[in-house]
T-cell receptor
Framework: AQSVAQPEDQVNVAEGNPLTVKCTYS??????LFWYVQYPNRGLQFLLK??????LVKGSYGFEAEFNKSQTSFHLKKPSALVSDSALYFCAVRLFNTDKLIFGTGTRLQVFP | EPEVTQTPSHQVTQMGQEVILRCVPI?????FYWYRQILGQKVEFLVSFYNNEISEKSEIFDDQFSVERPDGSNFTLKIRSTKLEDSAMYFCASTGQETDTQYFGPGTRLTVL
């Protein structure tokens, strides 16, 4: 079965420190990979995506993610965390021949001042 | 920046009643989606819609559910006879011809009593 795993329910980081939110996937074929962020009482906001090409993709708000095909991972990173980055982060995959996004369970990022 | 909008933000209904959740996708988008998120669980795909017909649906999307694009701007999800287990946050999303990115609305929280 196709699945996405976010192994950490919560990630805590001090403001100014680098952050990593992990995502691994198990799908057949070559997926499209996405990160979304959800702030309280808001919808899912698109952060970045990997379709093809350079394994390091840059997105909104200084976030980036690295696609690693051999490890089937797509970890979200940011060099210097802000308190305002505190939110719920979702990794998602889509196979090229389907419409649906398959989401991970989400990781709550807490950035402390 | 164009956004997907959804109404109402919160809907409370009695079990067995019909509900209609409304979405206004981004104006030049052609592909429309509904997802749901039961409290504490993953975001799950329900259905995708293109060219006035369903293009893909999940096992969740049974005969109790239907979708419609009644005019040039709205996209609706109808649940004919709500059950307690339909209580969830329902997200609408849309995407355009030239992008692989699904843009989400803020969601409608449905509470079935």
């Amino acid at each position: 079965a196709q699945s996405v795993a976010q192994p950490e329910d919560q990630v805590n980081v001090a403001e100014g420190n680098p952050l990593t939110v992990k995502c691994t996937y198990s799908v057949s074929g070559n997926p499209y990979l996405f990160w979304y962020v959800q702030y309280p009482n808001r919808g899912l906001q698109f952060l970045l995506k990997y379709i093809t090409g350079d394994n390091l993709v840059k997105g909104s708000y200084g976030f980036e993610a690295e696609f690693n095909k051999s490890q089937t991972s797509f970890h979200l990173k940011k060099p210097s965390a802000l308190v305002s980055d505190s939110a719920l982060y979702f990794c998602a995959v889509r196979l090229f021949n389907t419409d649906k996004l398959i989401f991970g369970t989400g990781t709550r990022l807490q950035v402390f001042p | 920046e164009p956004e997907v909008t959804q109404t109402p933000s919160h809907q409370v209904t009695q079990m067995g009643q019909e509900v209609i959740l409304r979405c206004v996708p981004i104006s030049n988008h052609l592909y429309f989606y509904w997802y749901r998120q039961i409290l504490g669980q993953k975001v799950e795909f329900l259905v995708s819609f293109y060219n006035n017909e369903i293009s893909e649906k999940s096992e969740i999307f049974d005969d109790q559910f239907s979708v419609e694009r009644p005019d040039g701007s709205n996209f609706t999800l109808k649940i004919r006879s709500t059950k307690l287990e339909d209580s969830a946050m329902y997200f609408c999303a849309s995407t355009g011809q030239e992008t692989d990115t699904q843009y989400f609305g803020p969601g409608t929280r449905l509470t079935v009593l």
